[in-house]
């Protein structure tokens, strides 16, 4: 079933005396189905974190829509869309963005506090969330006392404890080592098995072959998709790494 609808978005910028136009995004269109792993990528300035943003209603089209079960986020009055994120979408940023006076735990409630979610249910959510993503004992630790590994899995356990329809995630292995980044896709897998939508934006093909299909951006357009389908990670890596270098060359892809 489609969740996600991005219907000939359109996004411009004008320059600061308005002479010039930047144009970010060309007239994409594609759709995400409900419990999809989705990667974008793209090389810089083509769009793909723009395109992110407007998907995350912190940007808007100039024109076309996202529409979200449904729902296109234009019409949505600008006084509701912080509620609007805070019950459809799970965010999770390169840089953690965790809150150093709050311990693990309270960072990841917070969204749940914000929304007066019962205290009695509070608990009852979290430990299964921090058992899964392996922090259950680091819960009373602050951000400052754990590595970065740690930190983005407590940014990935804030993002899905208000079970969101969509969990859109910004290069979240491009602050991590090898080993945090190869635990942080695991559980990113293990997520969607469970059910959730996710939705990438990488530079990493490594980190792109963990989902079940990829979009290639190039200058605002979308230039290509890589559907998974019977392929390890490794064959499908090398699949994604062709198709970049075609990319990359500025040539089209067969």
Do not use: W
């Amino acid at each position: 079933m489609e969740l996600l609808r991005i219907d000939h978005v359109r996004r411009v910028f004008n320059t600061r005396l308005g002479f010039k136009q930047c144009i970010a995004l060309r007239d994409i269109s594609f759709e995400v189905c409900e419990g999809e792993f989705v990667a974008i990528m793209g090389p810089s300035g083509s769009g793909k974190s723009t395109l992110l943003n407007i998907i995350a209603s912190l940007d808007k089209p100039s024109s076309g829509d996202i529409y979200l079960s449904g729902k296109g986020l234009k019409a949505i009055p600008e006084r509701e869309l912080s509620a609007f994120r805070r019950d459809n979408l799970g965010f999770v940023f390169q840089e953690f963005n965790l809150l150093d006076t709050l311990t693990l735990r309270d960072n990841i409630l917070l969204p749940l506090v914000l929304a007066r979610v019962p205290l009695a249910e509070l608990e009852a959510r979290l430990i299964p969330v921090a058992r899964q993503l392996g922090i259950e004992e680091l819960l009373d630790k602050f951000p400052y006392e754990v590595s970065g590994g740690e930190k983005q899995r407590t940014a990935v356990a804030r993002a899905v404890i208000t079970n969101p329809k969509l969990l859109l995630a910004d290069e979240p292995t491009g602050a991590l080592d090898s080993r945090a980044s190869a635990n942080l896709l695991g559980q990113f897998r293990a997520l969607n098995e469970k059910g959730h939508t996710l939705l990438m934006v990488t530079h990493s093909a490594l980190a792109a072959s963990h989902a079940g299909r990829v979009l290639l951006i190039r200058d605002g357009e979308l230039f290509n998709q890589l559907y998974r389908g019977e392929d390890n990670n490794r064959a499908f890596y090398e699949r994604i790494t062709a198709s970049l270098l075609v990319l990359e060359d500025g040539g089209t892809d067969a």
